[in-house]
Structures are given as structure tokens and as C-alpha cells.
């Protein structure tokens, strides 16, 4: 599913334009953006959570050159899922509804 499929179903369900859809979705991930580049957690129930970690710096054999290279220290952003969502899917993988 992508951005144009999520404002079809969020307009089909909520009788809204799909352009104010589609303006409700960037917001939202806008508003999301802005709280992790902030560092704070950004927890959405039924969802999951995202919250931003930094990663080490690490080393790497790089096959091209083939010789061992330092990836800096980063920042990253990781989904966490809620049980409800992990629940979810667990009874559509095993076929159990």
C-alpha cells in the first residue's frame, strides 16, 4: 500500500476529498518527522512506536576494494509494533481469524 492507496480507503471511509486525505497523511507524517528529529518517541496505539537510536561506529570489508572500512556513527529510526498489531498478523500468518 502506498501514499494514493491510503488516502482512497482513509476518503472512502471518512467521506473526506482525497486531496484533504492525502494533505491529512503528510501532515501526519510531517508532525512524526519533526518528534524524531526532536529525539522524543512517538508512540501510535494499535500501531507500534518509533524512536530514534545512534548507532556505533562499525567496521566493514567493502568486496570492491577489498579492504576494511569505518562506518561512523549514525542516527537511526526504528518501528516498534504493538502486541495488538503483533497479534494481528501472527493469526493471519497461521490462518486462524
Avoid: W
Avoid at 567493502?62 to 579492504?67: E, I, L, Y
Avoid at 501472527?90 to 486462524?96: E, W
Wanted: aromatic fraction near 6%; proline fraction near 4%.
Amino acid at each position: 500500500m502506498n501514499r494514493t492507496d491510503l488516502a482512497q480507503k482513509i476518503s472512502t471511509k471518512t467521506h473526506i476529498r482525497k486531496t484533504f486525505s492525502k494533505k491529512l497523511i503528510d501532515i501526519i507524517c510531517e508532525e512524526i518527522t519533526k518528534e524524531l528529529e526532536r529525539g522524543k518517541r512517538v508512540y501510535l496505539q494499535k500501531l507500534g512506536a518509533f524512536h530514534r537510536v545512534t548507532r556505533q561506529p562499525r567496521r566493514y570489508y567493502d568486496p570492491r576494494t577489498k579492504k576494511i572500512k569505518i562506518k561512523p556513527a549514525h542516527k537511526d529510526v526504528i518501528f516498534r509494533p504493538s502486541e495488538k498489531l503483533i497479534r494481528r498478523i501472527a493469526k493471519i500468518k497461521t490462518g486462524s481469524v
